[in-house]
């Protein structure tokens, strides 16, 4: 049986064991995480903490859980190393002529952790107003409607320590979210 076969068979695995799950009751935070591994084969320590905390947010929308990807993990972490000289957020996005979404982070200090990085992102909720589809006046959703963004499937994300002592966090979305005129579910 070939690998992408095989991880097709998990993904539908994974989904349905998600939905049984969410429809019956409310998920448990050991089956969401045994989902994610299950999503996430041989992932080290990082990558399953941006996983398990994305799907958190997921299942509190009950949408499918994103599974991890190596080729958005590769190319997040080469953004990220490039980053690593000066991470001061300025956004420089080249993707290499494909179309990714994308969500960044920074902060000052070593003790940041992709839990950080993702509770950040999702604790945009607040700002976010379905009905309109909009936004507080001067805040920022983005964040938030990418991870549940209901097209989106695929997550792959990387985490470095700067040069000036602060971490940088970037995780990339495919499909990506975030569409002008579009609900994010």
């Known amino acids: 049986m070939n690998s992408s076969y095989l991880r097709v068979i998990l993904l539908f695995g994974a989904i349905n064991l998600f939905f049984s799950i ?3 009751k409310a998920a448990t935070l050991g089956q969401i995480f045994r989902i994610c591994r299950n999503l996430c084969p041989g992932c080290d320590h990082d990558s399953l903490q941006f996983l398990f905390r994305h799907n958190l ?3 509190a929308r009950f949408e499918p859980p994103l599974m991890w990807d190596r080729r958005l993990q590769n190319y997040a972490q080469n953004w ?4 690593r ?4 957020l300025r956004h420089s996005f080249q993707n290499g002529g494909f179309t990714l979404g994308e969500n960044v982070y920074w902060g000052y200090g070593a003790n940041w952790s992709p839990a950080d990085a993702v509770v950040a992102w999702a604790s945009e909720k607040r700002f976010y107003h379905y009905g ?5 006046p001067g805040q920022m959703c983005g964040h938030y409607t990418q ?3 209901k097209t989106t499937r695929r997550v792959g994300c990387a985490r470095v320590v700067c040069n000036n002592g602060g971490i940088f966090m970037t995780c990339n979305y495919d499909p990506p979210g975030n569409y002008i005129g579009q609900k994010p579910y």
Request: include cysteine; charged fraction near 20%; glycine fraction near 4%.
């Open 80 to 83: 990220a190393n490039q980053r």
């Open 85 to 88: 000289g000066d991470c001061a």
């Open 22 to 24: 969410s429809t019956t």
């Open 132 to 136: 309109s589809n909009t936004c507080d």
């Open 147 to 149: 991870i549940v963004w």
């Open 57 to 59: 947010v997921r299942a």
